[in-house]
């Protein structure tokens, strides 16, 4: 489509070939793609998870609503991410935020961040949705000991900030607690958050979405939005919906003419994960890992990875700047080098799974839920920085009852307008020496 920054491969239907999550959940029942015309309330634009719990709470509100997207529900970042529903959702630091918004929006970000994983929870509780839930809290591990170092002076702050337990674990504890990785020197856990299958909590959505009234039409790509008569009117490859109010909830797949505000305001980042095949006892107590715990290192690049309930373990990271089967191909070697290295024990076990998608960062490094352009009656919500499962559920649901009339509890700082990126169109060129200058980091 005109106006996507990456290549056309990052768009198509195919680039979810090898992705783990497709196999254990298939595709959920829609409505089909748009044919004709109609004429509808609410229309989200992206049925991921910002769109899918905004379209969720307007149906349950009462609203007529239509969910459209370029593909099938969760065919996204939402349905092939890493699965972490833990705190996150901005990359500037808390300091960064305090400095810029003041100490009780710092102090409302923190509480957005653990209200939305509470949100899922409740979601998953109240949908009856089953999603290989697992791990209690969230592990970072110490890539340095100047990263345990740092680990340490913060772990009382982190502690009074979220009001649950921060426990530091010393280099010679990890082997102990079957957190055996190369090259690991300690790591802190943080009681918050837990793991799931994202693919399995999105199509929940999607039918707790049709179950209340609303419509979901896939393979149904918005080419054009133009003004009519009081509505915006979506034009897609085979029909037409005319809405009186329109929902931007496309993150990481966003494109810069659908709506023209979002021109320069995004900037995806591929984030790539591979599967191994399930592992045996005596497999896992060679190599020491034995923990569900969902895990990631300190890096700035860094590593994200868990041992899930089927005994598969699941590595990802960041680092491609291109969709292009040759770029892909290279990523996957890099990402096996990165996991042999961490995983020595392992390193020949097969991987089967391995697949790449698109998060998203703002210019400010901070969320966007808000009104595109003061009067347009086009709202959305974007860039979690690729800490979307809990962020962009939350965000999605505060974003609908903004427009149901009803109290939000986001900090006010979410609603600013992004700043357009310097470089315009160019602006993914800026990527790999952002991450040269991320690898230098991680090696001081």
Known sequence: MRGHIFEPGAYEAGSLAGCYWAQTAPDCPDDGPVSGAAKVEFAVIGAGFTGLSAALRLAQGGADVAVLDMHRPGWGASGRNGGFCCVGGASATSGQIRARYGATEAERFHATERAAINHVSTQIERLGL????????????????????????????????????????????????????????????????????????????????????????????????????????????????????????????????????????????????????????????????????????????????????????????????????????????????????????????????????????????VPFVGEMGAGSGVHGAFAYHGNGVAMANWCGDQLARRLLGQASDLPQFFSRTPKRFEMGPWRRAALPLALVRYRVLDRL
């Open 130 to 365: 089953e999603v290989d839930r697992h791990s209690r809290g969230e592990l970072q591990l110490a890539h340095s000991p100047k990263a345990f170092a740092e680990m340490t002076r913060d772990a009382p702050d982190l502690a009074k900030r979220h009001g649950v337990e921060a426990s530091l674990i010393a280099p010679a504890e990890l082997a102990e607690r079957g957190l055996g990785a190369a090259g690991m020197h300690g790591a802190l856990h943080l009681d918050l958050g837990f793991a799931l299958n994202p693919r399995k909590l999105a199509l929940g959505l999607a039918g707790a979405v049709r179950a209340a009234g609303g419509r979901i039409h896939g393979d149904s790509a918005v080419l054009e939005i133009t003004q009519a008569d009081g509505y915006h009117v979506l034009r897609t490859t085979q029909g037409e919906i005319r809405a009186k109010h329109l929902v931007i909830a496309t993150n990481g797949y966003s494109s810069d003419n659908v709506p023209g505000w979002l021109r320069w305001r995004y900037l995806p980042l591929q984030s790539s994960v591979l599967v191994t095949r399930p592992l045996s006892d005596a497999e896992i107590a060679a190599q020491g890992w034995s923990s569900d715990l969902m895990a990631y290192d300190s890096r700035h690049l860094l590593h994200y990875f868990r041992l899930m309930p089927d005994r598969r373990m699941l590595f990802g990271m960041r680092g491609a700047t291109r969709w292009t089967p040759n770029a892909l191909e290279t990523h996957r070697r890099e990402t096996r080098a990165h996991f042999d290295a961490m995983f020595p024990a392992w390193r020949d076990v097969e991987a089967p799974h391995f697949w790449s998608g698109l998060l998203c960062f703002s210019r400010e490094m």
